[in-house]
């Protein structure tokens, strides 16, 4: 007798939605980033640097809070579009309040970044329908994150270390956050920025072009 | 025809744990504080400053973390016994972990310090049976924390300022934070700390004194 494995990938109502979500995408060879990390850690300061060095592509925020607006209204006010999404007592995005989103997109996005809630473990659960995963770790936040916080750093694609300026103010030891991310995620790569001293952008700019040249 | 308005008090199952775990502390006259904060805010630090200033007090630490013993190795290491919970894919402690605990628990305890979850949501919606719960807010997260994670600012019985030290590298408005408060939680009161600079524990130390001599 010959045993057969019946593998049978049963998809959550979320990862269903992610799918729908991920269609959309690819049909408007749209670039999506979801962008996780811990509150404070400086997501929306990313973002704004970030978008200041990609004109002339076409970018929408989507902007992931329990409450309030005042991340949307700094986007808004960088001149680029921006969609407040309000989670309430939910600790994380999902893929349907993204779905919310696209039903309300008009026109054709080169990039969609999307500022996941402040929060280091349910968001990675949750598939939006994104090309990829971000994950910012800031300095002051200490190099022992992964550690106690690792599938978040597992599923991530790419690690923006954010805050670099504050290093020598710190005990961040580089030493051992290689150590820990060697065993979770050896071929993360890592990027180190700084929003208040405006440096380290150009690797990460380079590989936001590359991935959606990736898609053309 | 009057009406009457049954209010009933639907307590939830980890409301009745929390209640137990209560009587418990109650009855041993243990002051206990759950500790909450985005992670890398400086818990754990805050933790072991605390307890090097409580000299002759019989102290017990519970660790919440998603995984890894760092932190209950730390204090271990200052000679405090300690308890390390892992809540593996859970973002937040609850009362029958803490009950677990408990039961593990062989002598009298004045002050039981419980580290949640580095998490700004889902930690402040369990109650664990503390009498107090603290907040934790680190100059590097940025001053508009509580407007975008409003409850646990709201439900804090303190708040406690860390990282006191880095507010020179920071644009941290005070009287942005002010404002949020008052409108959130305007009898809370707020500590500001630094653990690297060991300064700011006066008011802290005198605050929990007290609350154990209430209890006596």
Known sequence: MKKINVMQDVLSSND????????????NKTL??????????????????????????????????????????KIEKSGTDAFQINTYDSCH???????????????????????NVGNLIC????????????VILSIPEGEDKPVKYPK??????????????????????FEKLDETLKKLNKNMKAVKLSCKKSTGFEDWIKWIKEK????A
């Open 152 to 173: 978040i750093f597992e599923k991530s694609d790419l690690l923006l270390i954010n805050k670099i300026d504050l290093l020598d103010y710190s005990d961040f030891d």
């Open 123 to 134: 968001p990675v659960e949750y598939n939006l329908g994104e090309n990829y995963k971000i």
């Open 93 to 115: 995005l999902n893929a349907s309040m993204i779905n919310k989103v696209i039903r309300k997109i008009k026109v054709k996005y080169d990039l969609i970044l999307i500022e």
């Open 212 to 215: 959606i040249t990736d898609l």
């Open 32 to 73: 999506v980033l979801n962008i996780m990390s811990s509150p404070g850690s400086g997501k929306t300061s990313v973002i704004l640097e970030t978008i200041k060095r990609l004109n002339g592509l076409k970018i929408l925020v989507i902007e992931g809070d329990v409450a309030g607006d005042i991340d949307a209204k």
């Open 16 to 27: 269903l939605t992610a799918l729908q979500n991920r269609e959309y995408f690819n049909k």
